[in-house]
């Protein structure tokens, strides 16, 4: 008899083991995080994930990757009412997110001393931040040491300006008998709003409601970024270029500079079979001012989980996790304990002048947008397509322009 009591007894305590064990799974909370990136970011990204549902296992975190026509395919989710609970987002689709109320203010949960100000103006609507930031992404120039010692010219540095730089560009080109370019070429707005913020002008103003780049002052530096490919020969035109990319001209040394940003480093680090380093974009009439854009993580007002949303981005925008991001090479880290740490200005890795990314978030200025941004910017490089193709002057094709 007693045999049996134990063995009922023992058999309560399993069932009882196993419902608590069930009552544990169906109360976890399972939240959406959606985010593009090549499969190397994701791959960064899972670890992430991983530790934090390690430290939270009441919280299972599903990873809605979109590689291809993400905020097309954000849209039509919103519409649905199925939108991720936490959202990465930049700051060109920010506004549009904000004017259709769907995002959360996560002003409550910032501590905007432990980031670049910048880097929260992207973020900031009517005083209110939607979105921590992640990282900020500006544009340096990359250069091939190699090819500068080779021909014994002076390497691009903080003093440069835009005319050393066309004569630093030149003298490649003819040193090198015409074997190598001595800059790249892109044609998206990107690439040459530098050319307009450090001359003084842009393509709106502050407020995103003005047009700005039918102005004189910046028809004046589309023209000069358009020369340097079809009046000075210096760069490659799209029929130079065939189908190689900037980055395979540049792996390849048919370039000497490359004017990009950040998220190089990791293929220049593993495929460059030469010496490359980096400087600070080049001073026009108003000093070295570059474009400065920003990528974070928002949550979405249709979440039923909100308390969970904010417990993994409080995680995922942490020093710890920014950290092991930055350990990568792929980005400047919004944080600013993270982007002055050794783990950012490694003397180790290239690029030795890691600062000049930093120096460059301090001096650029946050691109002004509107709701409707990326509609102007893809009308804008229709409109530019001539220009860049040595057709027409910048003239001629924007100086009524209006959106």
Not at 263 to 270: A, I, T
């Amino acid at each position: 008899m007693k045999k049996l009591l134990v063995l009922f007894i023992l058999f309560l305590c399993v069932i009882v083991f196993f419902a608590e064990k069930a009552k544990l799974h169906n109360d976890k909370v399972t939240i959406k995080f959606s985010s593009w990136g090549s499969q190397s970011e994701v791959a960064l990204l899972k670890p992430l994930i991983n530790k934090f549902e390690q430290k939270n296992p009441d919280i299972k975190v599903e990873f809605v990757h979109i590689p291809q026509n993400y905020f097309q395919k954000l849209h039509l989710l919103f519409a649905s009412n199925l939108s991720p609970d936490v959202v990465f987002i930049n700051n060109y689709y920010l506004q549009k997110y904000v004017d259709a109320g769907v995002l959360e203010d996560l002003s409550p949960y910032i501590k905007k001393q432990d980031f670049f100000e910048k880097s929260l103006n992207g973020f900031t609507v009517d005083g209110k931040i939607y979105a921590i930031p992640r990282d900020v992404s500006c544009l340096v120039v990359y250069y091939n040491k190699d090819i500068f010692d080779r021909y014994k010219i002076a390497y691009p540095s903080d003093n440069m300006t835009l005319n050393d730089f066309l004569k630093t560009a030149q003298l490649i080109k003819e040193k090198s008998h015409n074997k190598v370019w001595g800059t790249s070429f892109e044609t998206e707005a990107l690439f040459w709003m530098p050319f307009l913020f450090s001359n003084g002008a842009a393509l709106l103003d502050d407020s995103g409601k003005k047009v700005l780049v039918n102005e004189k002052n910046a028809i004046d530096s589309i023209n000069f970024y358009a020369d340097l490919a079809n009046k000075y020969n210096v760069a490659p035109k799209k029929s130079d270029s065939a189908s190689m990319t900037m980055a395979q001209m540049f792996l390849q040394q048919k370039t000497a500079m490359h004017i990009t940003g950040r998220w190089l480093v990791p293929k220049y680090r593993e495929e460059a079979r030469f010496n490359w380093d980096v400087s600070r974009f080049p001073k026009g009439t108003k000093g070295s001012i570059v474009n400065i854009d920003t990528s974070g993580y928002a949550i979405s007002k249709q979440s039923k989980h909100k308390k969970e949303a904010v417990k993994f981005v409080e995680f995922i925008s942490s020093k710890d996790s920014l950290t092991q991001l930055t350990q990568s090479g792929l980005i400047v880290p919004a944080r600013k304990d993270t982007a002055y740490s050794k783990v950012f200005l490694n003397d180790n890795l290239p690029p030795k002048n890691a600062k000049a990314f930093l120096k460059t978030v301090e001096t650029g200025k946050p691109t002004p947008v509107n709701k409707d941004y990326q509609q102007f910017i893809d009308k804008l490089n229709i409109l530019l397509e001539p220009v860049f193709l040595g057709k027409k002057n910048a003239c001629e094709v924007i100086k009524g322009f209006r959106h």
